[in-house]
C-alpha cells in the first residue's frame, strides 16, 4: 500500500469515530441497539457484535464488488449480513450465554441496523479492500464508542455502577428511570445537544 | 440513489438467479458449519443453566428428572433427588403477568409437607431497582424457603407476615410481590393433582 | 381469553413496539409530520404484521424445526417477498386499498419492528392465535405512537425552539416524555 493510500486509509478510519459518527452526527441504526444499552455491559457487547458484522460484511462485499450484479446486488448484501449476525448469534449463545439472554433477540435485529446496509451501499460496494476495512472499522467502532457512551451514562445514573461495580455509594439514589426505555432517548437527546453545542463553538 | 451503469442492464436473468443461488448456497454452508460448531456448546449453556436453578429451588438435590410434561405447552416439571436417592421436591414452571411484561418461575415445591421450598425468577422485564428486586431482594426470597401452600398463598405488606401461607412484599414493588405470588398459586392448581397422582401410583419413573 | 387480552395490552401500550423497544424509529422519526400520512402509514404496518405473524409461524411450524440455522434469513427473505407479493395482489383486486397504502408497503418491509414481531413471537414461543392478536396488538401500538408523534410535531412546527435543538434531538425528547407517559400502562393487568 503506498504511503497516500495508507493516509486515505486514516481518514476514511478517523471519519466515522468522531466527524461523521454514525450516532451522534447522522442518526444511524439505533432502532435495534437503544432498548439494550441500559447498561455499559450491554452496549459492549451490543456494539461490538455491531462493529464485527459491519467490519465483516465490508470486507466481503469489497472482496466480491466486481462479481456481483448490480441488480441483485441489496439481496445479497443482506443475505451476506444476515449470514454474519447469525455466527454471532450463535457464537454468543455458546460463549457468553448471559449476555446473549440479556441481548435475547436484538442480536439477531443487528441485520435491520440500517447503518450496516448503509456502508455496503455507499462505500464498501465501490472502493477498493484496504479502504472499505478502514472505512468498517471507523465506523463500527464509531458506533460501538456512541453506544458505551450511552450505556456508561444510563448505567452510572440509574444504577449508581459501571460494568456492575458499584461507583457512588449507598447515599446515591439510583435514577431508576436512566435504565428504563424513556432513559436511552434521553441520554441520546442530550448528547446529540452536547454535539452540536462543541461543533456550533469550534 | 445511483442509476445503474448501461452494461448492467443487460445482464442476464440467469446470471442473476445465478449469482443469488451461489450466496444463498455458501451461506447455508456457513450456517451449517457454525451451527454444528456451537451448537453442543449451547446446549449444554442450556442444561448447566436448567440443572442449577432446579438445584437452588430445590436445595440439596443433585440428581434431576423429567416427570410430567405438559400436552398443551410443553412445560416439564422435574423432580429432584438427593445424594441418598430420595425425593427432595418437584420443580415447577409457571408464568403470568407482571407490572411490566410476562413473568416466568421456577418454584421448589415439597409434596410429602406441602411447602413450597425455594423460587427462582427465571425471565422477567420488571422495572429495574424496583419489581426486578422480586428476583434479588433477600428478605423477599427468604418468604419461599419454607412457604405452606394450603389454603392458598396470601400476599401482605413487609413485615406483616405472621402465617406460615403470608408472603412479605417489597415495599415499592407491592405489584410485582404480588404477581409472584399469584403465579405460583396458578401454578400449583395446575399441577399439584397430577404430581400427587404420581406420587400414589409410586413415585416417578 | 384473559391471556389473549394481556397480550394485546402488552404489544399496544404497555411495551409499545416504538416507544419501549425503539423499533420502528426510522419512519417514526422521519415519516411524520402529517397526521393522515401517520395514519395510512400505520394501517399499513398493521396490515403487513398480520402477514408477517402468519408466515413466520409458518415457518416457525414446519420449516425451522429441520434447519433452526436458517431462521433469520429465512424470516427477511420470506417477509419481503410476501409483502412484495400482497402488494401486487392488492394492486389487482382493490385499486383504491393499494392508492391508500400502496406507496408505503415497500418501505414497510425495512421497518425493524417487522422483523422484530417475528423475532419476539418466536421466541416466546407463541402460537397461531397468539401471534396474531400479538401482531395487531402491535400494529395498534406503532400507529398510536405514530399519531401522537404526528399530532405533536405538527404543533411544534411553529414553536419557538433553539435551532440547536431543532430536528433529532427535539423529536428524541419529545419520544422520551412519550415514553414516560405509556409507562403509566403498566401494571395494567394488576389483579387479574
Not at chain 1, 440500517?114 to 455496503?120: N, T
Not at chain 2, 412484599?169 to 399439584?192: D, K, M, P, Y
Not at chain 3, 429441520?66 to 394492486?91: D, G, K, N, W
Not at chain 3, 389487482?92 to 415497500?106: E, M, N, Q, W, Y
Request: aromatic share 8%; net charge positive; charged share 15%.
Amino acid at each position: 500500500m503506498a504511503t497516500g493510500d495508507r493516509r486515505y486509509a486514516r481518514v476514511e478510519f478517523s471519519k466515522g469515530l468522531w466527524r461523521e459518527n454514525p450516532v451522534f452526527v447522522a442518526v444511524l441504526g439505533l432502532c435495534p441497539s437503544m432498548a439494550v444499552t441500559n447498561t455499559l455491559t450491554n452496549a459492549l457487547v451490543m456494539g461490538g457484535a455491531t462493529a464485527f458484522v459491519l467490519i465483516g460484511s465490508s470486507l466481503l462485499v469489497s472482496l466480491l464488488r466486481r462479481v456481483v450484479p448490480r441488480p441483485v446486488r441489496i439481496s445479497i448484501y443482506i443475505i451476506v449480513i444476515a449470514t454474519y449476525v447469525t455466527v454471532v448469534d450463535f457464537l454468543l449463545a455458546a460463549y457468553m450465554p448471559v449476555a446473549h439472554k440479556q441481548l435475547g433477540a436484538f442480536i439477531s435485529l443487528i441485520v435491520v441496523n440500517c447503518l450496516i446496509l448503509g456502508r455496503q451501499e455507499a462505500f464498501a460496494s465501490r472502493q477498493p479492500v484496504g479502504l472499505a476495512l478502514a472505512d468498517a472499522a471507523g465506523m463500527g467502532g464509531g458506533f460501538a464508542l456512541a453506544l458505551c457512551m450511552i450505556g456508561a451514562i444510563r448505567e452510572i445514573l440509574g444504577m449508581g455502577s459501571l460494568l456492575g461495580v458499584p461507583l457512588l455509594g449507598d447515599n446515591f439514589e439510583p435514577w431508576a428511570i436512566m435504565v428504563l426505555p424513556p432513559g436511552g432517548v434521553l441520554t441520546l437527546a442530550g448528547l446529540l445537544v452536547l454535539f452540536a453545542w462543541v461543533r456550533q463553538r469550534n | 440513489m445511483i442509476t445503474a451503469k448501461p452494461a448492467t442492464a443487460h445482464t442476464s436473468t440467469l446470471r442473476l438467479a445465478g449469482s443469488l443461488a451461489v450466496a444463498g448456497l455458501l451461506s447455508g454452508l456457513i450456517l451449517v458449519w457454525a451451527y454444528l460448531a456451537t451448537a453442543p456448546r449451547i446446549e449444554q449453556n442450556h442444561r448447566e443453566a436448567l440443572a442449577a436453578a432446579v438445584t437452588r429451588v430445590l436445595p440439596g438435590t443433585v440428581r434431576i428428572e423429567p416427570t410430567l410434561t405438559s400436552t398443551d405447552d410443553g412445560q416439564v416439571v422435574f423432580a429432584g433427588r438427593d445424594a441418598a436417592g430420595n425425593l427432595v421436591g418437584y420443580a415447577i414452571p409457571a408464568d403470568g403477568p407482571g407490572y411490566m411484561d410476562r413473568v416466568s418461575l421456577l418454584f421448589g415445591y415439597d409434596p410429602a409437607r406441602q411447602r413450597i421450598i425455594g423460587m427462582e425468577v427465571l425471565d422477567s422485564r420488571e422495572t429495574p431497582g424496583l419489581g426486578d428486586r422480586i428476583a434479588t431482594d433477600p428478605h423477599f426470597r427468604a418468604n419461599f424457603t419454607e412457604l405452606a401452600v394450603d389454603p392458598r398463598i396470601v400476599p401482605v405488606k413487609r413485615g406483616d407476615k405472621t402465617a406460615a401461607h403470608e408472603v412479605d412484599c417489597i415495599t415499592g414493588a407491592t405489584i410485582s410481590s404480588e404477581a409472584v405470588v399469584a403465579i405460583l398459586n396458578r401454578g400449583l392448581q395446575r399441577w399439584r393433582a397430577e404430581i400427587d397422582a404420581t406420587i400414589s401410583t409410586g413415585g416417578s419413573p | 381469553m384473559d391471556d389473549l387480552l394481556f397480550i394485546f395490552a402488552s404489544a399496544s401500550v404497555i411495551n409499545n413496539f416504538t416507544l419501549a423497544y425503539f423499533l420502528g424509529l426510522c419512519p417514526f422519526l422521519g415519516v411524520t409530520g402529517r397526521i393522515d400520512t401517520a395514519l395510512r402509514l400505520g394501517l399499513a404496518t398493521i396490515f403487513v404484521m398480520m402477514i408477517t405473524a402468519l408466515a413466520s409461524w409458518c415457518l416457525n411450524t414446519w420449516v425451522l424445526p429441520h434447519a433452526p440455522y436458517l431462521r433469520l434469513i429465512s424470516f427477511i427473505v420470506v417477509i419481503a417477498s410476501t409483502v412484495q407479493f400482497v402488494e401486487m395482489a392488492i394492486r389487482k383486486l382493490s385499486p383504491a386499498l393499494f392508492r391508500a397504502l400502496g406507496i408505503f408497503l415497500p418501505l414497510i418491509t425495512t421497518n425493524c419492528a417487522i422483523l422484530g414481531l417475528a423475532l419476539f413471537a418466536t421466541n416466546r414461543g407463541y402460537g397461531l392465535v397468539q401471534g396474531l392478536v400479538f401482531a395487531f396488538g402491535a400494529g395498534v401500538g406503532f400507529t398510536l405512537a405514530l399519531l401522537i408523534m404526528a399530532g405533536i410535531r405538527e404543533e411544534s412546527e411553529l414553536a419557538g425552539v433553539p435551532a440547536l435543538v431543532r430536528g433529532a434531538a427535539m423529536s428524541f425528547f419529545i419520544a422520551a416524555i412519550l415514553s414516560m407517559a405509556f409507562m403509566g400502562f403498566a401494571g395494567l393487568f394488576h389483579g387479574s
